[in-house]
């Protein structure tokens, strides 16, 4: 079964560095999404993505972050100037076969990115 | 606005007995409700969801859930747990209106299944 694939799983960074996460969403998904877990915290949603350019974004999601697609398959998340808040795991996600609503979104494993 | 509530942090079972994880809602259209599972230092796992139709959905994993508009519940269940099904679970809906299909997810349930 195809999956979303996220690197790297791990990513350790000193505080106002920038760190970009990448995701490989499934093949022919259309929309894309970024979803953050601070550690015992619930999975919050941070941006959503499709036919190039952000369709939603949470208040979390403010000027430190973007998300960009950069080719047919990499969708990636960058954090401008980290800071030790960010510190939490990073889930990508993707859907958008058919019907939009009823379709369950497929995360990636998420990167688990800790800022010092 | 939407939301989700899990309100136990924990549940705890013992195997082949049957479990309930709990889940209420709060939409301001028609729901479309999911639950997913996370194993440690794993992303979120698709279980069940419930679009229309029949209150009670059939799982992956022999879970099920149950609809219950008037309680605007979608509590998880299963007849007999077993010790692998220990990880955190968790709820999450989309309201018909919402515009791309972000979900809003609960806070999660940790299930402890002991043998």
């Known amino acids: 079964e195809p999956e979303v694939t996220q690197t790297p799983s791990h990513q350790v960074t000193q505080m106002g560095q920038e760190v970009i996460l990448r995701c490989v969403p499934i093949s022919n998904h259309l929309y894309f999404y970024w979803y953050r877990q601070i550690l015992g915290q619930k999975v919050e949603f941070l941006v959503s993505?499709?036919?190039?350019?952000?369709?939603?974004k949470s208040e979390i999601f403010d000027d430190q972050f973007s998300v960009e697609r950069p080719d047919g398959s990499n969708f990636t998340l960058k954090i401008r100037s980290t800071k030790l808040e960010d510190s939490a795991m990073y889930f990508c996600a993707s859907t958008g076969l058919r019907g939009l609503r009823n379709s369950p979104l497929h995360f990636g494993n998420g990167t688990r990115l800790t800022v010092t | 606005a939407q939301s989700v509530a899990q309100p136990e942090d924990q549940v705890n079972v013992a195997e082949g007995n049957p479990l309930t994880v709990k889940c209420t809602y709060s939409v301001s259209g028609n729901p479309y409700l999911f639950w997913y599972v996370q194993y440690p230092n794993r992303g979120l796992q698709f279980l069940l969801k419930y679009i229309t139709g029949d209150n009670l959905v059939k799982g992956s994993y022999g879970f099920e859930a149950e609809f219950n508009k008037s309680q605007t519940s979608f509590h998880l269940k299963k007849p007999s747990a077993l010790v692998s099904d220990s990880a955190l679970y968790f709820c999450?809906?989309?309201?018909?209106?919402?515009?791309?299909?972000?979900?809003?997810f609960g806070k999660g349930t940790k299930l402890s299944v002991k043998p």
């Open positions: 999450a809906v989309r309201d018909e209106r919402g515009s791309q299909g972000n979900l809003i």
């Open positions: 993505f499709y036919n190039n350019e952000i369709s939603e």
